[in-house]
């Protein structure tokens, strides 16, 4: 019979763990903790070996990662399944680091949250793969990244002819491979299974961020590798801190589902560097034909979709007294990287909030063109902007 869980722990109470109702050699569902360097006798949830660990692991087990004695936690390149969750420091104490050694999978984890930093090592597998039907879910504070010399993608997914494509949530405060080297590896693969219409990968941007560029096709059917970005919080738009790119996948969809103002987009607390940084403006995927002053659904597009209609396009931006008088800022409304030939000059950003706009240019947009709005100082800024905001309708 398993033992009475454990309630009355005072180690386990200071490092975030919660109560475990298994047994050495008897498996258990519940939470299972890897401390690398705890002591032999210590509860019996708790294992210095992720071995050991993966060995008492029944489906749906829960694996809280805990690198206060050695840190970064290490995992041996093996195959680990029933392990469906994993955690890190709930109580707050900083994020926990753990590394996936080459070879390392994981093939029935779907979700991961609790202040946890992931760095993969993987050269042919993947750690993390995700698959028809299945989700796979970055809650609060989740942060995975290749090292250098790794190979395989962080998280593979394997889109085929399911009823629904794989999927990836990406939520509050969680990124995935913004630490990740340039050029290989990369942190997000999508390898179709077959050459058929359905190869579509959904990730869904819920306030998390995903460097466009570190997605990428992968397999024999590559070519036919679809990617829909769903961006499904405003607050997603506010944390972006990259340069919005096309991802390296043939066929890639936008929807703006935040139900913010059409085209609307922000940035808090920017700090632009000597050139230029990139402010993206919520892309959609379809294209409309509504006139101009009408309104779209939700997921219905821009409204300045229709090929020569006019439209307007509008910028705030709050300067910072503490920069040279004078220092002043252009901003340029780009269109899938290229110019558009929109641009705002002379922008005063020494003081106050400025706002700027521009009327009756004439757009167009189709399917999977996004906009980014690239602001360049008149001089490398010393001081932080902040609300820079805007439209484009």
Not at 20 to 37: D, E, H, K, S, V
Not at 122 to 148: E, K
Not at 221 to 229: I, Y
Not at 260 to 280: H, K
């Amino acid at each position: 019979m398993p033992a009475s869980p454990i309630t009355d722990v005072p180690d386990l109470k200071q490092r975030g763990a919660q109560p475990y109702g298994g047994t050495p050699g008897q498996g258990g569902a519940g939470l299972l903790i890897f401390r690398p360097g705890a002591p032999a006798g210590g509860p019996p949830n708790v294992f210095s070996d992720f071995d050991v660990l993966a060995g008492e692991a029944l489906p749906g087990s829960v694996v809280q990662i805990d690198a206060s004695l050695v840190n970064p936690a290490v995992v041996p390149g093996n195959v680990y399944p029933y392990i469906a969750t994993m955690i890190g420091s709930p109580d707050g104490t900083g994020p926990a680091n753990v590394v996936f050694s080459d070879g390392a999978s994981f093939p029935d984890l779907r979700s991961l949250d609790g202040n946890l930093k992931i760095l993969t090592e993987g050269l042919v597998v993947s750690p993390i793969t995700v698959d028809d039907n299945q989700a796979l879910t970055l809650g609060f504070g989740v942060q995975v990244d290749a090292v250098p010399g790794a190979t395989a993608p962080s998280i593979l997914a394997t889109p085929g002819n399911g009823m629904f494509g794989p999927s990836i949530v990406v939520g509050l405060n969680s990124y995935i491979g913004v630490d990740t080297p340039p050029g290989a590896p990369f942190a997000i693969g999508v390898a179709p299974k077959s050459n058929l219409a359905t190869n579509v990968l959904d990730v869904f941007l819920d306030g998390g961020v995903l460097p466009t560029d570190k997605v990428t096709a992968y397999g024999l059917d590559a070519a036919f590798a679809q990617l829909a970005l769903l961006f499904v919080s405003q607050q997603t738009f506010e944390a972006w801190p990259l340069d919005f790119t096309q991802p390296s996948v043939p066929t890639v969809q936008y929807e703006n589902l935040t139900g913010v103002g059409t085209g609307q987009f922000v940035a808090i607390e920017t700090l632009i560097d000597a050139v230029v940084e990139d402010q993206v403006i919520p892309p959609f995927f379809a294209a409309t034909t509504l006139p101009l002053a009408e309104e779209s659904s939700r997921a219905g597009g821009l409204i300045m979709g229709a090929p020569g209609f006019a439209s307007h396009f509008d910028i705030n931006i709050t300067g910072n007294p503490a920069l040279p008088a004078g220092t002043t800022a252009n901003v340029q409304l780009l269109l899938n990287g290229g110019p558009t030939g929109v641009v705002l000059a002379g922008i005063p950003i020494d003081g106050g909030t400025v706002a700027a706009s521009l009327d009756g240019f004439v757009s167009r947009h189709s399917a999977g063109d996004f906009y980014t709005a690239v602001i360049t100082p008149s001089a490398a800024l010393t001081a932080k902007l902040s609300n820079i905001s805007g439209g484009l309708r």
